[in-house]
């Protein structure tokens, strides 16, 4: 009986599934289903993309000239600031949240999450505090504008003087987030450990929970730090407590310290579960076994263990005394050895392969390349006597948009290609995926790759206006922005138009080994009609073995027949 | 393995040699030209880590390129590949290797930060090291004359957006900074408000201006010219305007600087934020949202340009 989700059984049997465009409704209700609540967390996540997007867009068109001419100063901070948060916690955790409660159920065979209540209130509240962070365009006063980091003493400053400002709403929001994603975590840490189908042991489950598993468990011992840091904030600026106001006799820096402890692992949880996603097309698309399948799992956890004491390289330029810059320096390096046992096998998943290049492919492709050259800028961003010269410098600004954009961002587009059919029942069409690809891929490389020298030059980051010198690289990576802004387009236009009318897609198109591939496309509600008895490990592929104990005797009964 | 594939193996690593030793030696260029003794150290280690870094990427990555291109199914081709899961040889192998170059790169840095000892002797105690690397580093860049000098003693203060910086001795104000070459400088940082940074991309150095607090900071710059000071921790509104020049000069040259300007009178100095500010309006009539005024111009012996 572990099997069964606590809410027990939904009655409705016939209730319809996720996929089908004709029930779109039941996608503005309160449902527990976690693949409903998957697509809900996905599509509410990517229309805060876009409009993350388009903040950015603006911003590059300030900065495509030296002056700030196409927009105030006051505006433009806010824009980077709201950019900034709106990618990090209405994108990046959502969009993943989604990834997550789609299909972890289905891949460890559970008929939804431990909690579906608590899944469906977690969902519920990011629309709340996303519309919270977006009123702050209509205080009096405008939004936040001290960065997605809020460091005091200036996000104390309050100009305007009202007690509701900018900063409050973005406090208040951080801070529902924060509880919303606790829950999240609660909810699918338990339902990994406890609602596995038979047989489905720890070596058996498929890197992309593994990977999950990883990041939640992060969330649950890191948002705490962070949320209590904005509570502190929020105390601060709103009642007058003196926790970090300097000016009272509190202390900034301690500030950096709550809000580093939770923000470096954040990183994490935002790329393990896209390594998961890795993990998870290269071996349907070479065809060949993960290569090294048990340590990629643990290796989720080394990186997990070590996220939670590296923090401090966030801070080399503070106040920070020199043995703490050597040993945050040293820890924040070793991060690179289960990093790059993941890359290696990766690559040795690849080759040799029979590659099949489609669009879930050729994003998986991009993304890990770019990872690779976004993980030598962290190296030098380690070595502190680099950081001391780049830190706070558009090299930093190039190096995470290689984490985001061209690792994570990338990563999730595969995988929303590449689990599409399951999601909607439909095949996308793949000339237009491939136009996607080829417009992300040079605008992510235009938009990000002169972030660095502009940075090695010099450029600080979080400007309006900058010295002449500079402006070759800006106008650039502005005309790269624009290039992004764009290359979203012939996603909308594949993603709907093959959600309304593109072909049927049947259970498992791409011949993929997995058990969310078992079921119906998009499964039924219960997803498993017996929930089945896997017997094998999860990447099986050139070795003709089945997967679950149903599918053997099912296969026996087919020889048998034959013979 | 055979003869064949070793010498194939040899016959890459060596191409690959040549490229990232290349581009370790192209990554000088990225950076401005070199104007303290820290920027000859921190360019030397951003060299190495460059070099180690194009090795490892143009490894991965051309692997994978050459997959992509030759490995590819054909058009019907259904069947799978060889079901290889792993390879410890191979598993041990790259694990070695990133260990190795952890250790590698975390000891040249920690090296260089050490001869930068740009937090002052200081910390040498704390880390429980001798004192005689701490000895500033102008013995180790030869520089005879002023080896034996105490570092020039040069208070800086920011607020919101303009630096002011203070000569105790010759009782000189100025809102730019004006340093002897090839002396050990001492800044003391503070700030009245908010964090600010300090950092002089010229020297590669960097260090946030914490308020409340009194940060001492050396580095000894060595080229003459002039350079830029910016404004490195996000301070406000107007911080992409918090900026300031930066003249090295040869040591007799700022002693008369610094005495014709103790002879000047007190005026206001450069201040472009406060300037921006009463230009587009001053406190209402501003395009945009509400600001924290900036600071009125600091009284100055020397203004600069
Ligand atoms: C169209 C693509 C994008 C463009 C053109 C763009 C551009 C920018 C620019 C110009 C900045 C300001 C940098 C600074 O001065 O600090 C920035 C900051 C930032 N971006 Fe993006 N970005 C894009 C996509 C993304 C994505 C997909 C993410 C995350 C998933 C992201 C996360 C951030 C963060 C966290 C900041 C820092 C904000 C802060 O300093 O408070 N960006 N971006
Ligand atoms: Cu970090
Ligand atoms: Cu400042």
Not at chain 2, 67 to 95: C, H, M
Request: one cysteine or more.
């Amino acid at each position: 009986m572990t099997n069964i989700s606590i809410d027990a059984l939904a009655p409705e049997r016939q209730e319809p599934s996720p996929g089908e465009p004709e029930n779109w409704w039941r996608f503005f209700t309160f449902s527990t289903d976690h693949k409903v609540i998957g697509i809900q967390y996905i599509v509410t996540a990517f229309v805060f993309f876009l409009i993350g997007g388009f903040l950015a867009m603006v911003m590059r068109g300030e900065l495509i000239t030296p002056e700030a001419d196409l927009v105030d100063r006051t505006v433009y901070n806010a824009l980077f600031t709201m950019h900034g948060t709106l990618m990090l916690f209405m994108w990046t955790f959502p969009v993943l949240n989604g990834l997550s409660n789609y299909l972890v159920p289905l891949q460890i065979g559970a008929r939804d999450m431990a909690f579906p209540r608590l899944n469906a209130v977690a969902f519920w509240l990011v629309p709340i505090f996303g519309v919270i962070l977006m009123a702050s365009f209509l205080v009096p006063g405008g939004p936040s504008q001290s960065g997605w980091w809020a460091y005091p003493p200036v996000s104390l400053q309050n100009p305007t003087g009202n007690l509701i400002n900018g900063q409050a709403l973005w406090l208040v929001a951080v801070a529902l987030s924060g509880v919303s994603s606790i829950m999240g975590a609660v909810n699918i840490v338990t339902t990994i450990v406890r609602m596995r189908a038979p047989g489905m042991t720890f070596f058996k489950m498929p890197v992309f929970c593994w990977t999950v598993m990883a990041a939640q468990i992060i969330q649950l011992f890191g948002l705490p730090a962070l949320t209590a840091g904005a509570v502190m904030l929020l105390f601060d600026l709103m009642v007058g407590t003196s926790f970090f106001d300097p000016a009272k006799g509190g202390d900034p820096v301690l500030y950096q310290h709550f809000f580093w402890f939770y923000s470096h692992p954040a990183v994490y949880v935002i790329m393990l579960p896209i390594f998961g996603v890795f993990s998870e097309l290269f071996p349907v698309y070479a065809r060949k076994p993960l290569f090294g399948y048990k340590v990629v799992a643990v290796s989720s956890f080394i990186i997990t263990g070590l996220s939670g004491i590296v923090w401090v390289h966030h801070m080399f330029a503070s106040g920070t005394p020199g043995w703490m810059r050597m040993l945050f320096m040293f820890t924040t390096m070793t991060i690179s050895v289960p990093t790059g046992i993941k890359v290696f096998a990766w690559v040795a998943t690849i080759w040799g392969g029979k590659l099949k290049l489609n669009t879930a492919m050729l994003f998986a492709l991009g993304g890990m390349t770019m990872f690779v050259f976004a993980g030598i800028t962290g190296i030098m961003l380690a070595s502190t006597p680099v950081d001391i010269h780049v830190n706070n410098t558009y090299f930093v600004v190039g190096h995470f948009h290689y984490v985001l954009y061209g690792s994570m961002t990338m990563g999730m587009f595969a995988a929303l290609y590449h689990w599409f059919p399951k999601m909607t029942g439909r095949m996308y069409y793949e000339g237009l995926g491939k136009l996607h690809f080829v417009l992300a891929f040079v605008g992510t490389n235009l938009n990000f790759l002169p972030m660095h020298p502009a940075g090695l030059m010099g450029m600080p980051r979080r400007v309006a206006s900058y010295d002449p010198e500079f402006a070759f690289w800006n106008v650039l990576a502005s005309l790269g922005g624009f290039l992004l802004g764009v290359s979203t387009l012939p996603f909308l236009l594949n993603m709907i138009s093959s959600w309304v009318q593109g072909e049927k897609a049947p259970a498992n198109p791409w011949r993929a080994i997995g058990l969310e591939w078992m079921v119906a496309s998009p499964p039924p509600h219960e997803n498993f009609d017996e929930i089945p008895t896997v017997i094998a490990e999860p990447y099986g592929y050139g070795k003709n073995e089945p997967l679950t104990a149903q599918q053997a005797a099912l296969q026996q009964l087919a020889s048998t027949e034959v013979a | 393995m055979n003869l064949r594939l070793i010498l194939k193996l040899a016959a890459v690593a060596g191409i690959l040699t040549a490229i990232s030793l290349w581009m370790g030696q192209v990554a000088y260029s990225w950076l401005p030209p070199p104007a303290s003794a820290e920027a000859v150290l921190v360019d030397g280690l951003f060299s190495l880590m460059t070099a180690i870094g194009t090795f490892i990427f143009c490894g991965v990555v051309g692997t994978v390129i050459y997959s992509a291109l030759f490995q590819r199914a054909g058009k019907y081709d259904e069947s799978d590949g060889p079901p290889i899961e792993g390879n410890l040889t191979l598993e041990v192998v790259w694990t070695a290797i990133p260990i190795v170059l952890v250790i590698w790169i975390a000891a040249a840095s920690y090296r260089v930060y050490d001869q930068m000892s740009i937090l002052g002797p200081m910390e040498h105690i704390h880390m429980g090291m001798g004192e005689a690397i701490a000895a500033p580093m102008d013995m180790a860049q030869g520089m005879p004359e002023t080896a034996g000098l105490e570092p020039e003693a040069i208070e800086v203060h920011a607020r919101q957006w303009v630096w002011e910086f203070y000569y105790p001795e010759a009782n000189v104000t100025s809102t730019e900074l004006h340093l002897p070459k090839d002396r050990r400088i001492k800044l003391a940082l503070t700030s009245e408000d908010v964090l600010h940074g300090f950092y002089i991309p010229a020297f590669r150095v960097k260090q946030d201006v914490i308020p409340g607090r009194d940060i001492d900071f050396e580095f000894t710059p060595i080229l003459e010219g002039k350079y830029r000071l910016r404004d490195s921790q996000y301070s406000g509104t107007y911080f992409a305007a918090m900026q300031a020049d930066v003249v090295v000069e040869s040591p007799d040259a700022y002693q008369q600087w610094l005495a014709t300007a103790a002879k000047s009178p007190l005026k206001p100095g450069l201040n472009p934020s406060y300037d921006e500010y009463q230009r587009t309006g001053g406190d209402d009539h501003r395009p945009g949202w509400k600001t924290v005024p900036p600071a009125p111009a600091p009284m100055v012996n020397y203004v600069g340009s």
